[in-house]
């Protein structure tokens, strides 16, 4: 069954842009109707939603991370990805990859970012 | 931007029903928000309860159902069990950007 697994540079400095990856295995990321997906949580804290981009290119934001966040696809990696630019310790936080369209129903284990000062 | 409100706490005792709801600052949630329920215990990677108001995943325990109640999304647990001592999070799409409640957190006692 499919699977996803984040990575990421773990510690990055503020200011600075951090880029994740979410590797897609025992499936195309390219086929089937899914919107695949960034979520975020920082520490002890809720769940929020960042991006998800569609196979055909289309893509949706979350409006208060516009416009520091962009999600790209790269369907010959099998993988899709995000950066975050202008980081800032309030981006500290446990980042995931999912896939949606049947109900989230595949995440990843999640990498950590964590911003330094 | 939208802001999706859950109960912050709840308990319920073993055995028991409760409802968690979540609801939109924009208005009565509908359908077209195709609400979506998941739990999370303590460091764990949440999973998906509920999708499209009422849609079960094949893990999803039969104890657990998904509704629209009074304008709000709804999530009933009937017959609580321990195992069910979580917090629990909805997610609300609006026209493709989605959003997520700040989350209940659901003692079983």
């Known amino acids: 069954q499919v699977q996803l697994q984040e990575s990421g540079p773990g510690l990055v400095e503020a200011s600075q842009t951090v880029s994740l990856t979410c590797a897609v295995s025992?499936?195309?990321?390219?086929?089937?109707?899914?919107?695949w997906t960034w979520i975020r949580q920082h520490p002890g804290k809720g769940l929020e939603w960042i991006a998800y981009i569609h196979y055909s290119g289309s893509t949706y934001y979350n409006p208060s991370l516009r416009s520091r966040v962009t999600i790209s696809m790269d369907t010959s990696k099998n993988q899709f990805s995000l950066k975050l630019n202008s980081v800032t310790a309030a981006d500290t936080a446990l980042y995931y990859c999912?896939?949606?369209?049947?109900?989230?129903?595949?995440w990843g284990q999640g990498t950590t970012v964590t911003v330094s000062s | 931007q939208a802001v999706v409100t859950q109960e912050p706490s709840l308990t319920v005792s073993p055995g028991g029903t409760i409802t968690l709801t979540c609801d939109s600052n924009t208005g009565a949630v509908t359908s077209g928000h195709y609400p979506y329920w998941f739990q999370q215990k303590p460091g764990q990677v949440p999973r998906t309860l509920i999708y499209?108001?009422?849609t079960k995943h094949s893990w999803t325990p039969a104890r657990f159902s998904g509704s629209l109640l009074g304008g709000k999304a709804a999530l009933t647990l009937s017959g609580a069990q321990p195992e069910d001592e979580a917090d629990y999070y909805c997610l609300l799409s609006y026209g493709g950007v989605k959003v997520f409640g700040g989350g209940t957190k659901l003692t079983v006692l």
């Open positions: 025992g499936g195309s990321i390219s086929s089937g109707n899914y919107w």
């Open positions: 999912a896939r949606d369209n049947s109900g989230l129903d595949v």
């Open positions: 499209d108001t009422r």
